[in-house]
């Protein structure tokens, strides 16, 4: 079983086992029986060859070993480059899809007919040469496209296979041909253009030679797998034709941004050749650094094994490596001062720009106010306004009713002094009120003292009238 198989069979909903026998069967037949059927059908196959292109499952470049493993390129990690935005449509592509039981999937021709007629999947000759290939078709009265590339391939297709194989409902035979997977590669830009340009991305930042834009955004859709170099190729016109977010000329790529030139100068190849180099000689380091580590290692264990010849061709090679190691260092710490001074000259550039645009607002709001001399015209009318403001609230007051003050403070005193007879009338009333309630309590004890001095007396003359009374006669 071949990779993209096993992959599918693994991860894809729609081809779950009691559904394979209806995907690998000529469905086409049921385009006007079962149209329901038919879509599902045409849109779990073109799920699973996006989501499996995505993943670099589909990938026919390269050398073919057993008829499903493929020998790609690798990358500078060691991850292969496969194609992720391209598929192929070939020989190959059904025999990695064959499954024993069910064959080979005799409707895929019509699975990519039905993706090239909705153009979620674009000849690649025809993307190349036709802008606005991507964009779905409309209908309209006059149709200024009609003669363009795409059109006119589509109605020649359409023509030979009634020519060929004539008015039957029956799957078409697959084309070879190369096809840009539309959702994928929207996708990859969209993630670039977030990845390059979102946070705190200097000028310097947003501008890349081919070489290292490849490197770092070689794992946008996958980090086990690297886009192919014709992946970049769609992915640059895409970015530069379709989107408009970058500026491309072949060698150096500039992020756009709403200062910076829509075209590519001299500054800008530059800046991408020192990054470009900067990158190269820091590799070439990291490389050197190694082999040093590796040839101190060799000379050891030479010792330990008394192989002196083996020890002294480790040391020399070991030499001659520090002294590449010597030149590669001091050559990067020149190119990073360089870049370190073009950096700090391209912010120095955007300050001064800042600048200047504040320069020109502040200019634009002192043409507005009309300068100091109008500014004091119209100060002094404000003053003069308020003066007038003024003017009518006196005549206004003099025009009201005279009111005598002696009369307003002889008023004044006369409510004052009610005020205080109130407030001393109430406070001789509370003061009576007191008094009195401490002359009941007063009385009260009173009572009570000669009623217990009474009580005593009657108790103490009747103790004396029994102790008088005689004693009774024997």
Request: glycine fraction near 6%; proline fraction near 3%.
């Amino acid at each position: 079983m071949s990779d993209l198989l096993n992959y599918i069979l693994n991860n894809e909903e729609a081809f779950r086992r009691n559904r394979l026998p209806s995907l690998y069967s000529d469905f086409a037949t049921q385009k006007r029986t079962n149209p329901d059927g038919y879509a599902v059908n045409v849109a779990a196959w073109e799920s699973a060859l996006n989501h499996a292109a995505k993943r670099g499952y589909t990938s026919s470049r390269g050398v073919r070993v057993r008829s499903s493993s493929i020998i790609s390129r690798e990358g500078p990690a060691g991850r292969k480059k496969t194609d992720h935005l391209l598929i192929r449509t070939d020989e190959s592509l059904l025999r990695d899809l064959e499954i024993p039981e069910w064959g080979r999937p005799v409707a895929l021709g019509s699975v990519i007919d039905e993706a090239m007629r909705k153009r979620t999947m674009v000849p690649l000759p025809v993307y190349k040469t036709t802008p606005g290939s991507l964009r779905k078709t409309e209908w309209r009265l006059v149709d200024p496209a009609a003669l363009s590339p795409w059109n006119v391939m589509s109605w020649g297709a359409r023509q030979l296979k009634g020519l060929v194989i004539g008015d039957s409902d029956s799957s078409p035979k697959l084309q070879t041909q190369e096809l840009v997977l539309v959702d994928n590669l929207q996708e990859a830009g969209d993630l670039i253009i977030k990845k390059a340009t979102g946070g705190n991305s200097s000028r310097l930042d947003l501008i890349y030679s081919k070489e290292s834009f490849t490197e770092e955004f070689a794992t946008a859709l996958n980090d086990t797998t690297e886009l192919s170099d014709s992946d970049f190729d769609v992915l640059l016109l895409y970015l530069s034709r379709d989107c408009g977010s970058i500026a491309y000329d072949g060698k150096t790529i500039k992020f756009k941004s709403q200062d910076d030139a829509a075209h590519i100068t001299q500054q800008d190849a530059t800046i991408a050749s020192i990054k470009t180099l900067l990158s190269t000689i820091s590799k070439q380091v990291t490389g050197l650094e190694s082999k040093l580590a590796e040839l101190t290692q060799s000379a050891k264990l030479a010792l330990i094994n008394k192989n002196r010849v083996s020890a002294l061709s480790a040391v020399r090679s070991k030499k001659l490596i520090e002294h590449n190691l010597a030149q590669r260092l001091s050559t990067l710490a020149q190119l990073e001062e360089v870049y370190s001074k073009i950096e700090a000259a391209a912010g120095q550039v955007e300050l001064v720009q800042v600048m200047e645009a504040s320069t020109g607002v502040l200019r634009g709001l002192h043409t507005q106010i009309g300068g100091t001399e109008r500014v004091e015209d119209v100060v002094e009318e404000l003053r003069e306004e308020m003066m007038k403001v003024d003017e009518v609230g006196s005549i206004m007051n003099e025009a009201g009713p005279v009111i005598d003050e002696g009369e307003i403070d002889e008023e004044l005193q006369a409510l004052e002094k009610s005020e205080e007879d109130a407030k001393e009338e109430k406070e001789a009333e509370e003061t009576r009120k007191k008094l009195a309630q401490l002359d009941s309590i007063g009385a009260g004890e009173k009572k009570t003292d000669v009623d217990s001095i009474l009580a005593e007396s009657i108790g103490k003359l009747s103790d004396m009238s029994v102790e008088d009374r005689p004693l009774p006669a024997k």
